[in-house]
């Protein structure tokens, strides 16, 4: 067990907080749903980029490169100015849904280079134009573009021209659970010398403005010793902290207070509001700055004139009480003597963590990929706080009020209470949780850390996040939307790892979640099956724009619609809720009924896809795929025929089974025959379960073997799903054959769209009519699997179609792989696709390696595209890169899908005996780059 | 014990003024000075059509000291 391994096994037995601290700060809390108090429920609008430097949060805090403990009492992060800017850089800046030709999008650069999963070491950097930031030129130029138009960039502006910017590295390091090392790297890129502000912040987040009786905390300059400019930080519930700066460096103190004249024209009480540094630096103007030197918001000023080609550093330290400030980390020389001691040593230990979780088998440029993405997963994590009960009562919508006014969403919602650190999609673009990213989230982040994964799933499924009716959350713009359901799926998944590692997987966890899924199963039998016929709405379900119509929208032809993703997402959580309770089964026979309950229900949902409707059911026979179904008032229904991955989900609706239940109580399959047997018609529609396979496996598959091939005929021809860079979420034949149809006089057309979306379906930000997604990939990847360790090696397709290439589905299913990959990897030529045209990405040596996970690529040539920053779902890039570099095909069909678990286990275990050298760190190279 | 929730007042402010303005729970308006309980020295006011009113968050009412910021009481 390496240094690492430890300290995540202190932290899981409460030995020692060693996740107290982390990089749990938003970096937007503006435009939120939560800050959002208007009548209208603009959230955009109501709390701007522009107040947000003035006006206190009520509910969570952002910044730069930030951390905060896990309640997020005490803030952390930077700010910087380069004396031209109009205002400081304290946070991320971007274009809000309306202001930007494709949705909201953030304008900055920044990387998540490295992260442990404790955080005991973190690396971060921010590329600081020393130019103005042309704050108005990105607004307004991307207001006049249109959405045929590509999106408006930073590296458009010109800002970066002759490399006239700062590379800002944030490094932090652990020396213990309370005591946070801080250096800050400034490099100047740029062909002259520079001058800059760095200015690490430390505030309280402000509860004491909220609520009665609540204590208000204190930062205060303490005297100085020699060489170092000392806070002390003093709140009832956290205790002392100690902030020291090395050197003698102003310190700016004001309170983390709204300023009420320039935000709604009110007199101030206090001249020490929020602003108050930021006019300072900027303005010269210090009314606002305490003298007393206490406040609620400091700020350390270091100006740094940084020679061309030159760096400087900037050291800091926050740690707790202990003996004050002239304690020192080794009792010799201060804060700062043991500090870039610490700092290389938990730089090493994180190199040797990720020696244990990343395959030796991968090259240089494939580790360093795996590696940011799991950096980019732990940098995700945030400090998520909405108690929806008080939100709604602040806006005079008091769910028990009489007179109340109807809240603009979530008013459903008021069992509310969230306030964890939860991952999130984007901290940036999505800085909210979203319940079925989630669960893909933890596919990536329990490579690292299994005990964050498994806390993440059962938090969806907490009293204060699950609705009493048994919905899981979807997102604050709506929790009341509907998400597919893949909690489970995550669930028992994650589960298998632990059981691969441990030898024995944590079973009261997984009875926990069962029950809680269980309440989730029936709250969508009994609100999406409008006929009790076992076929699914949902509406979107997740997939934005794919449909003809806005599919949560009343349809305008009247009627509903049958969908066949959402079918097959319930077909798919039977087959896991079966799993589950199949795996109980073994140590509790109470479990056997539930088994057999969902086996039952999972055939009728299954058989409903292809033999319900008549002449009109989801399967068409003349195409060979499946779809949604519209039934029209007047008892008429017609397929919608738009071949995308609706179609293709009932595919993913896939589980092999090994039977090792069914040896145990043998009972139990004599049943199924009996049902089967009364039923020829569910056996004729299905797959036949009862038809073994390789070792005697059974499968649960909407497809039978005819079908399975005629859909995959489909998915593998590329043109029509199968890219360069994964399967897209649009066949490509849309682009010559668009799907036209009419309504009420008006004509929906459905087209392929490789790029960015060209309606504002959704917010437009999204496009689900070509790109590919990586979570939807990551599914059809999974049932490859699941599909060969049944069919073995004699079932093989052709791939591409028409190539006259015959592969196993397991070789189909590593060829998907590996074409997601290549998006991230350099090609032959050194590029990126992900990157496309972008020169700089592609060619500089301060930018070229660093990476981005976005949220879905270009179904043509694999360039990013959406949030730029969700490593989220799209880091399972690093799942899918260690699945297919640990388990080979002949040992994956001989163990089935114990394999890979059990595979993970050895690694985790601590078995690898270390990457390829040359890979090692390559983010130390980056960082290394110009020093 | 039953816990029950006071019904709470709804706050503006006048920007035109540069005042906050308070309509309490019998649905009188009043003006708060800049002061440091502002609730204590409220002055009533009396809105005109010409006056301009924009809604405020409620929980800006316990930074004003305004008599109805505790979330319960108990009954």
Known sequence: ?????????????????????????????????????????????????????????????????????????????????????????????????????????????????????????????????????????????????????????????????????????????????????????????????????????????????????????????????????????????????????????????????????????????????????????????????????????VAADYRLRVEAGGSKVIRLRLRDGGGGPEESGDGSAGAFGDFDRTMDLRRAEADEFYRDVIPQSLNADEANVMRQALAGMLWSKQFYHYDVDRWLEERGSDPFKASRKVAPRNDHWHHMYNGDVISMPDKWEYPWYAAWDLAFHVLALTLVDAEFGKQQLKLMLRERYMHPNGQIPAYEWNFGDVNPPVHAWSTIFTYRLEQGVKGQGDRDWLKSNFQKLLLNFTWWVNRKDRTGRNVFEGGFLGLDNIGVFDRSAPLPTGGYLEQADGTAWMALFCQNMMEIAAELSLTDSDYVDMAVKFVEHYFWIASSMTHLGGGTGMWDEEDGFFYDVLRLPNGESQRLKVRSMVGLLPLCATTMFDGVALKKYPEVGERFVRFLDARPEIRA??????????????????????????????????????????????????????????????????????????????????????????????????????????????????????????????????????????????????????????????????????????????????????????????????????????????????????????????????????????????????????? | MLRVRTPKVTLYVDRSRQQWVVLDQSGRFWVLPNVENPWDQRQPIYPTEDMELEPIPGHYRYMLGLPSGGEERDA
Not at chain 1, 760 to 779: D, H, K, Q, T, Y
């Open chain 1, 1 to 297: 067990m390496n240094i690492e391994q430890v300290r995540l096994k202190e932290a899981q037995e409460q030995l020692k907080a060693w996740k107290r601290w982390g990089p749990y700060l938003s970096e937007r809390q503006w435009g939120t749903v939560r800050e959002d108090y208007s009548e209208e429920g603009n959230a955009w609008n109501y709390f701007t980029h522009d107040q947000a430097r003035s006006r206190a949060y009520r509910w969570g805090e952002d910044g730069l490169a930030g951390i905060s403990d896990d309640q997020q009492r005490l803030c952390f992060s930077l700010a910087l100015w380069n004396g031209r800017d109009p205002i400081l850089k304290e946070r991320l800046f971007g274009l809000t849904n309306s202001e930007s030709n494709h949705g909201e999008d953030v304008k900055e650069y920044y990387f998540y280079l490295d992260s442990t999963p404790t955080h005991s070491w973190m690396k971060y950097l921010y590329k600081y134009p020393q130019a103005a930031f042309p704050y108005g030129q990105l607004v307004e130029t991307s207001r006049r573009r249109g959405p045929g138009d590509f999106e408006y960039e930073l590296l458009d502006t010109g800002v970066f021209d002759e490399d006239r910017y700062f590379d800002v590295f944030v490094d932090y390091a652990k020396a213990s659970p309370e005591d946070l090392l801080v250096r800050i790297t400034v490099h100047n890129r740029g062909p002259e010398a520079a001058e800059l502000h760095v200015l690490p912040t430390l505030w309280f987040r402000n509860q004491w403005s909220w609520q009665d009786g609540s204590e208000r905390p204190e930062l205060r300059q303490v005297d100085v010793r020699s060489g170092c400019s000392v806070v002390r930080a003093t709140d009832a519930r956290l205790g002392e902290r100690w902030f020291e700066c090395e050197g003698e460096v102003p310190l700016l103190f004001t309170e983390n207070e709204t300023n009420m004249q320039r935000v709604f024209g009110l007199p101030n009480r206090s001249p020490y509001v929020k602003d108050s540094i930021n006019n300072s630096i900027v303005h010269g103007d210090d009314s606002g700055i305490n003298p007393e030197k206490r406040g609620t918001k």
């Open chain 1, 685 to 931: 529609a299905i797959h036949d379960p009862l038809k073994p396979g390789v070792a005697g496996r059974r499968l649960a598959s909407i497809l039978d073997e005819t079908r399975l091939r005629r859909v995959l005929s489909r998915m593998l021809d590329e043109n029509e799903f199968l890219s360069e860079f994964g399967i897209r979420s649009l066949s490509r034949c849309h682009a010559d054959h668009p799907y036209v149809f009419n309504a009420g006089g008006r004509e929906y057309r459905v087209s392929y769209l490789p790029a960015e979306s060209d309606s504002g379906m959704f917010g437009g930000n999204s496009n689900w009519r070509g790109p590919i997604w990586m979570p939807v990939n990551a599914l059809i990847i999974r049932a490859l699997l699941q599909y060969y360790s049944y069919f073995g090696t004699n079932f093989t397709i052709e791939c591409p179609t028409g190539s006259g290439r015959q592969m196993n589905l397991y070789g189909v299913a590593e060829e998907i792989s590996r074409r997601l990959a290549r998006i991230f990897l350099r090609d032959e030529h050194g590029r990126r696709p992900v990157y496309g045209g972008s020169k700089k990405f592609q060619e500089d040596p301060h930018w070229r390696d660093l990476l981005q996970f976005f949220e879905y690529f270009h179904g043509d040539n694999g360039a990013g595209l959406g949030a730029s920053h969700q490593t989220g779902w799209t880091g399972v890039i690093a799942r899918l890169m260690h699945l297919f570099a640990t388990v080979n095909p002949e040992v994956a069909l001989q163990g089935g899908k114990k394999v890979y678990f059990e595979t993970a286990g050895e690694k985790a275990a601590g078995g690898a005996a270390g990457a390829a050298a040359e890979a090692e760190s390559r983010v130390a190279e980056l960082s290394g780059a110009g020093r």
